[in-house]
C-alpha cells in the first residue's frame, strides 16, 4: 500500500487511509489493505484491528467495509491465528482473533445483507473452531454471539444449520460456560491471563473490576448460547437435539443475573420449546421444569410472562394436560385476576378462559381432573361469575358488603395483635368471601394480610399463593410492597434464592417511592432487614455458586475475592419466623384505600405467532458494551 502521509513513519498505515480525501484512492487503499492485512507480519497489526472494532460497534449498519472485504480479511486472521502459533503469541497478536470475531459479529447483528455476505465470505468454519474453544472462553463468547447474529436470519440459518457441530456446541457451550469462566478465571487471581484481563477491564480496572467483568462475561456467553440454540428450537427436526432431560432440566437455573437482567435466557428457550408441539412432551415429562415454571410464574422476575405463556401452552395440549393439571392450575389460579403484564392484555381473563377449557375437555371424556383441581377452577370461574352479579347490585348493597368486610377484617387485626393468627386467617377468609369483586384495593389488603398469617404458621407454600394474588390485584401489578416482602420471605423459607432475591429488591424500590410511613426508608436507608436478606441471597444466587462448590469453594484471593464476600454460616441471616416484629409487617397489618372497579372481559388465550416468539427472545437480548 503506497504511503499516504509523509509524517507517519509506517508505510500504509491504515489510519492515516481513513484520512484520504479522494473517496475512489481511499476505496483502493482500504481494499487493498484488507487484501494484504492477513500476510503481513509487521508489529502493530493489533492498532488497525482494534480501530475497525471500535468502528464496528459505532457504525455496524455501514457498508462501506463490508463491500471492500472486512469479513474476507477478518476470517483469515482468524485462520491465522488458529494454525500459526508463533505468530499468534508475537507482538500483541494474541487479541486479534478476539476482535476479528467481534467485529464480525457487530457488522451482522442488524443487517441480513451484512450476514449474507458474511457467510460467502466464508466466516463460519473459523467461528466454528473458535466455538470449539480451540483458543480459550474469551474468543468462545464472540464466536457464539456472532453465530448467533448468524442464526437469527432465515437466508443464513441453514448455512449455520448445515454444520452439525454447532448445535451441539452450544447446547455443551450453555451447560458448561459459567464451570469454564470460574476455573479458567475467576478461581485463581494468579493465573488469569493479562490479555483476558485487558479486554475485560480496558485496562481501566483492578483485581476486583476483572472478577466483576468476568461475571458479566460469563453470563453473556452462556445467555448467547442458548440465543443461538433458540434459533434452532423454531426447526422441528432439531428438537430431539435440544430436549433431552439433562439439558432441559438446567433452563429453568440458566438466568442472566444480576449483571445480565436484560436476557430472558433459560426460560426463552424454554417458551420457544413449548411453543413446539413436539416440545411440550419433553418438558411435561419432567416434574423439575413444571416445578420451577410455576415458581417463575409466581414471581417478580421480568420473564414471568414466558413461564406463564409455558404453562398455559403445556395445559392446553391434550398430550400433555394430564401430566401437569394438578401443579399448574393453583399457579394460574393464583394469577387468574392479572390485568396487564408488560405485553400481555387482560391476561388474567385468558388465564380464565384456558381454564374453563379444561372444565369442558373433562366433560367430553378428553381429560381427567382430581377433584381438588376441578374445585379450584371452578372457584374461580364462581369469582368470574359473582363479579357478574355485583355488576347488577344497587351500589347500597355494595356498600354494605363493603362495610360488613371492613368489620370482619378490623376482627382480624385484632385476633392478629393478641396472637390468634390462626383466627387472624380465618377473618380474612371470611372477610374475602363478603368484599365485593370489583374492590380490588381491599381485596389486596386482605390476601396480604391472610399471606403473614401463613407465614407465621410456617406455611410458605400458601403464603406465596395469597402474596401473588395480592400482588396481580394491585396496580401497577407486582408493586405491592408488604406482599411482595412478605412473598421474599416466603421463598426464602423454601429455598427459593433467585425468586427471594427478585422480590426482595422490589420491595427496597418500591419502599424508596412509597408515603407509607411504615415503609419510607428514613433518610434514604435500605432496612436493615431487607438488606440481610438480599445479601443472603446473592450469595445463594450467585453465578458461579455451583462451579465454586464442585471445585472446593475455592475462591479468589486478595481484593478480587467473592463479590458478595466470603461465604458465612447462613444461621445469621433471619428467616421469616426469626425476623424483627416492628419491621417486617408482623405487627402491622396495613391497610389501603378501596380501589377502582375492574370491568374486563374474558377472552379466549390467543397463542402468538412464530415471528412473535422469535422477536419476544431476540429483541430482549441487549447487545454488551465494548
Known sequence: MDKVSSDCPYPGCFFCVMKEGNPSKRRASVLKFFRELPCQDDDGQVLPISGLWNTAMAHPNDPEFIELGIFECMSALIWKGLKNRRWLSHDQNIYIPYYAAHIIGSYTMNMEEFAESAVHAGVIPPLVELLRGRLTW???????????????????????????????????????????????????????????????????????????????????????????????????????TICKPEFLIKLPGMWGGLVNENSPAGIGLL???????????????????????????????????????????????????????????????????????????????????????????????????????????????????????????????????????????????????????????????????????RSRKERVVLYSNRAQCHLLLQQPLTAISDATRALCLHKPVNRHAKSLWRRAQANDMLGLAKESLLDAILFINECSQSNDPDLSLRQNKVPDYAERLVKKQMRAAWLFREAAVKHGGVHSQGDGGDMYGPETDDSEWETASESDIGNDGRDDMGDDDDGDWNNDESKAYDKPSMKDIKHGYNVQLAEEEP
Not at 161 to 175: F, V, W
Not at 314 to 330: A, E, F, G, Y
Not at 361 to 377: A, M, P, V
Open 271 to 437: 417458551r420457544t420449546i413449548c411453543h413446539q408441539k413436539l416440545g411440550r412432551g419433553p418438558v411435561a415429562s419432567c416434574p423439575g421444569i413444571i416445578d420451577a415454571l410455576c415458581n417463575i410464574a409466581r414471581s417478580s422476575d421480568d420473564w414471568q410472562y414466558m413461564a406463564i405463556d409455558c404453562l398455559l401452552w403445556l395445559l392446553q395440549d391434550p398430550n400433555t394436560c394430564h401430566k401437569v393439571i394438578d401443579k399448574v392450575v393453583p399457579v394460574l389460579v393464583d394469577l387468574a385476576e392479572i390485568t396487564t403484564l408488560g405485553d400481555h392484555k387482560k391476561l388474567g381473563d385468558s388465564i380464565v378462559s384456558v381454564l374453563q377449557e379444561c372444565i369442558q375437555s373433562q366433560g367430553s371424556g378428553r381429560s381427567s381432573i382430581s377433584s381438588r383441581t376441578k374445585e379450584q377452577i371452578e372457584d374461580i370461574l364462581n369469582s368470574k361469575q359473582r363479579l357478574k352479579w355485583e355488576k347488577n347490585m344497587p351500589k347500597e348493597d355494595l356498600h354494605i358488603k363493603q362495610a360488613a368486610a371492613l368489620v370482619v377484617k378490623l376482627e382480624g387485626n385484632s385476633l392478629f395483635s393478641s396472637g390468634n393468627i390462626s383466627g387472624a386467617a380465618s377473618k380474612y377468609s371470611e372477610a374475602l368471601s363478603l368484599c365485593p369483586m
Open 138 to 240: 474469551v474468543e468462545q463468547r464472540v464466536a457464539v454471539r456472532a453465530l448467533g447474529h448468524l442464526a437469527t436470519y432465515a437466508s443464513t440459518f441453514p448455512a449455520i444449520a448445515s454444520n452439525g457441530e454447532i448445535l451441539e456446541l452450544s447446547i455443551q457451550l450453555a451447560m458448561s460456560s459459567l464451570e469454564i469462566v470460574y476455573s479458567h478465571f475467576y478461581q485463581y487471581v494468579d493465573r488469569r491471563l493479562s490479555y483476558h484481563c485487558d479486554l475485560l477491564t480496558r485496562g481501566m480496572g483492578g483485581v476486583e473490576m476483572e472478577s466483576r467483568k468476568a461475571e458479566e462475561w460469563a453470563s453473556q456467553l452462556q445467555c448467547w448460547s442458548l440465543q443461538l440454540i433458540n434459533c434452532f428450537a423454531f426447526k422441528h427436526e432439531f428438537l430431539p
